[in-house]
């Protein structure tokens, strides 16, 4: 009933920028944390960037004064703004966010949920 989809993905030249974008639709009471991984074919899924909902946001080393993560909770989106991109940031990303359902009785209920993934290539 809940379902993320991710958008913005594409291939751009190093030193470029992309700006990728995640909606959140369903039954949906709020979100907590939402957030960006990243998945190379030779590798695990790692975490990119984390924000929870009013808290401060958190990078990966990797990506710290080049992407930028950001939500709007009034429309349920989080977005993430990648400046100044390289070849390693090449990969799939996914969006991931920790939704809270509620139920007709006020149960409520938190689940994960994940992206279908977007493809990012940056390569001249």
């Known amino acids: 009933q809940v379902q993320l989809v991710e958008s913005g993905g594409g291939l751009v030249q190093p030193g470029g920028s992309l700006r990728l974008s995640c909606a959140a639709s369903?039954?949906?009471?709020?979100?907590?944390?939402m957030s960006w991984y990243r998945q190379t074919p030779g590798k695990g899924r790692e975490l990119v960037a984390a924000?929870?909902?009013?808290?401060?946001?958190n990078y990966a080393d990797s990506v710290k004064g080049r992407f930028t993560i950001s939500r709007d909770n009034t429309q349920n989106t989080v977005s993430l703004q990648m400046n100044s991109l390289k070849p390693e940031d090449t990969a799939v990303y996914y969006c991931?966010?920790?939704?809270?359902?509620?139920?007709?009785?006020?149960?409520?209920?938190?689940?994960?949920?994940w992206g279908q993934g977007t493809q990012v290539t940056v390569s001249s």
């Open positions: 991931n966010a920790v939704v809270i359902t509620r139920s007709r009785v006020s149960h409520y209920v938190s689940t994960t949920y």
């Open positions: 369903g039954s949906i009471f709020s979100i907590d944390h």
């Open positions: 924000v929870p909902s009013g808290g401060i946001p």
